[in-house]
C-alpha cells in the first residue's frame, strides 16, 4: 500500500535545470571553455562539488580544493540570485493539482532533492507547505545514485520504502530510488529513464490513483 510519495525537485516540481545551466554556463565561460544543455543533463540530481568536478574536468581545468570551494560558492550565489526571482507560475504544469489530491487522501508528501536551495525555492513558490519532510542537501553527505536522500525521507516519515512512491527526472535519481527499495516513476522521456518503472510526461491530467494501477 502506498502511503507517500516522494519528489525530486528540479525537472519535477519546478524546472530550475535552466538556471543551474545559466550559473554553470557563466562559470565555465569565465574559465576560459564552454559548457552545453547536452553536459547540463548528465548532471542532474549530482551535488554541487561533483557537479564542479565534472565540469572542471570535461573543460580541461584543473584547481585546488580552495579554489574549487570559491568557484562553487561563486556558481551558488549566481544560481541563487535567479531562483530568488521566481514566481509561483515557474510550478510545472498538474504539480499543484496532484499534490492536492496526494493530501485529499492522506498521502504524506516528502521532498527529496540534492539542492541545498531547495527550501528558498519552495517558499519562492509558494509550495512548503505541502511537504511534511524536507531533505535536500544541507542534510546529506551522500549524492545521489546513493539512494541516502530518499532513505532519510522515508525514515522521517516513519515509512518502509516500499511504502513509497519516488518521483525523478535524472537516471541517477531513479538508480537511487530503485538501489533503496522505493517504486521510482520518471517524469520526462522514456527513452531517457530505461530503468524506472514506469514514466509520465508531467503531471497535468494525471491522478495518484492511476499511478498505483500502474505500479
Not at 88 to 111: C, M, N, Q, T, W
Request: net charge negative; aromatic share 8%; charged share 25%.
Amino acid at each position: 500500500m502506498i502511503k507517500a510519495c516522494i519528489f525530486d525537485l528540479d525537472g519535477v516540481i519546478v524546472d530550475t535545470a535552466r538556471y543551474h545551466f545559466i550559473a554553470w554556463r557563466r562559470l565555465a565561460n569565465e574559465l576560459g571553455f564552454d559548457f552545453t544543455e547536452k553536459e547540463n543533463e548528465q548532471i542532474k540530481g549530482v551535488s554541487r562539488t561533483e557537479s564542479l568536478n565534472l565540469i572542471l574536468r570535461w573543460g580541461g581545468v584543473e584547481k585546488t580544493e580552495a579554489e574549487k570551494t570559491e568557484l562553487a560558492a561563486r556558481k551558488n550565489d549566481w544560481y541563487v540570485d535567479l531562483v530568488c526571482n521566481m514566481t509561483p507560475s515557474e510550478i510545472l504544469e498538474g504539480v499543484v493539482a496532484f499534490l492536492d489530491g496526494l493530501r485529499a487522501k492522506g498521502i504524506k508528501i516528502a521532498l527529496g532533492s540534492a539542492s541545498k536551495n531547495s527550501m528558498t525555492i519552495l517558499r519562492q513558490v509558494g509550495l512548503v507547505e505541502y511537504f511534511d519532510v524536507v531533505i535536500d542537501g544541507t542534510k546529506t553527505t551522500r549524492s545521489k545514485p546513493d539512494p541516502e536522500v530518499f532513505l532519510l525521507g522515508a525514515q522521517a516519515l516513519g515509512l518502509p520504502p516500499s511504502d513509497c512512491i519516488v518521483f525523478e527526472d535524472a537516471e541517477k535519481g531513479i538508480e537511487a530510488a530503485l538501489t533503496g527499495g522505493f517504486h521510482a516513476v520518471g517524469i520526462g522521456e522514456p527513452e531517457a529513464l530505461p530503468a524506472a518503472k514506469f514514466v509520465i510526461p508531467g503531471f497535468a491530467g494525471i491522478t495518484f490513483e492511476e499511478i498505483v494501477a500502474r505500479l
